[in-house]
């Protein structure tokens, strides 16, 4: 099924759940077997989604429109049940990434301030601010417990944010500014960065690059075939990277995947 505004989680199993976006279908992916399955029906824009330690699923969304609201969800896989847990109000174009601590950190979009949240507790309060404002971009934990924010910065630089210290920093690896940002952790604790120019047009490309946070740079790892933003990334046990949807031309939402070979 044709998706954008989705995630994609990894399952315990090896298979990589895709849920939400522009169609009313989660799905299944099989490694093994190359194939989808659809295994429970929801619509809604997601910003990202995360598998907890019981098996289930929390899944931060975003307003369809102007008018709508962004939720926290939770989604069960075995008893394909779906609850709510928290209204983020008219909330769009913000990043989530989970802490060492077990805490959500949301950034950006219409946010502004970082925000944390607790799902034992269900509590949602700021712990910081950013450097500078931003959408279309995302964000990843470092192995080292502080988070990494990429996209629509001036000047393209990437910040890091230290939940211990509650402070924000630029990163040295600074390049053009970039919007559209998906990031994905690799087995070697590097980071993929997906991304398409701020100002997209003919000539400019859709890229991947490779974040390094011993060194603290960025280098080139590839470009798509096509325009595409939109899309999610999954690391897979082999150390390769699935990544599936998206939009392309800005009007059609590609049907198929691809496989980032380390």
Known sequence: TQ?????????????????????ATFEEYDPAT??????????????????????????????FSCSGEGKILRYDPTAKTLSELANLGPTSGYSVTKTLTG????TGGTIWSIQAFDPETGALGTVGSMRIARSSHDS?????????????GLGGTPELFDPETATSTYSSASGPRRDNVVLEALVDGRVLVSSRAFF????????????????????????????????????LDSGDVLIVGGRSNMVVAPQDAYLWLK
């Open 103 to 106: 805490t959500y950190l949301l």
């Open 34 to 63: 190359g194939t989808f399955t659809t295994v429970h029906t929801a619509s809604f824009p997601v910003v990202d989604a995360f598998l907890e330690p019981d098996g289930r699923i929390l899944i931060f969304t975003e307003r």
């Open 200 to 235: 997209y047009g003919p000539g400019t490309t859709d890229t991947l690059q490779i974040y390094d946070p011993v060194t603290d740079t960025l280098s080139p790892a590839g470009t798509y075939d096509k325009d595409r933003y939109g899309q999610t990334l999954v690391s």
């Open 3 to 23: 998706k954008s505004r989705h995630a994609a989680v990894k399952l315990p199993n090896g298979h990589v759940l895709v849920l939400g976006g522009s169609s």
């Open 140 to 152: 990843l934990l470092l192995p080292d417990g502080r988070v990494l924010t990429v996209g629509d």
